[in-house]
């Protein structure tokens, strides 16, 4: 299994509009962070989960050539805007609609941002069209399964997910945007090869997970490595990871992951 970080910032990215702090004037590449987003690879199965404003140029960065299935955690701006530049992928797959999972909440939101877009194929070649379903507690497919529970987002339910690849048994942990864990969560992600945890600022917040309480629950876990995504401009790449314990580090934009 490989995962590639398309994006690890918040909705705002680092930089800031108008902001002359030192992370958003970093030289360090690693305080420069698009919206957040993954894309995971698993026994040639390629799985895109959101897709951000950047999300063009984060495929073309990466080179990202392959998209076979799409999951929308929600339907916020900053994970959902992207979705428009999915038409490429209904493109090489033969002019076939891209299937999108997601829960009532995000299809809500993508019937109403790209209602030209909800159809079997798409209108003319170049077009995207989205074939929406709702995603299942767990999804069994021939290169592993994924699991999937909600997460508390403030006035909404994320989707968290946790891949497990077939041939290799690896168990990989995606759960931004989040305030906390529920238990069944927990009970999902304990024991994973990786996590991937929301870890928005060193001050609380109404919807996201704190620093110390994304290290909280990294150490409830207990995966053999953690990463804090989604984070704002108040996160220094080196100073925070030098603070964190072992085995907890801070992702960043292009960081790619074997299991």
Known sequence: MEVIFLGTGTSQGVPMIACGCAVCTSLDPRNHRTRASIHVEMDGLHI???AAPEFRLQCLRERIQQLDLFILTHGHADHI???DDLRRFCDLAGGD???VYT???GRGRIQAMFPYAVAERPAARGYAAFRISEMPPVMDLPQGTIHATRLPHG???TLGLVF??????RRFVYYTDCKRLPEEALALARGADAAVLDGLRPLPHPSHMSISEAV???QTIGSRQTWLTHLTHLNDHAELEASLPAGIQVAFDGMRIRL
């Open 155 to 157: 006035a909404l339910d």
């Open 103 to 105: 829960t009532e909440e």
């Open 48 to 50: 895109q989960v959101d």
């Open 164 to 169: 497990t690849e077939r041939s290799s048994g």
């Open 81 to 83: 805007t992207g979705m």
């Open 97 to 99: 609609a891209l299937t």
């Open 216 to 218: 909280t629950v990294a």
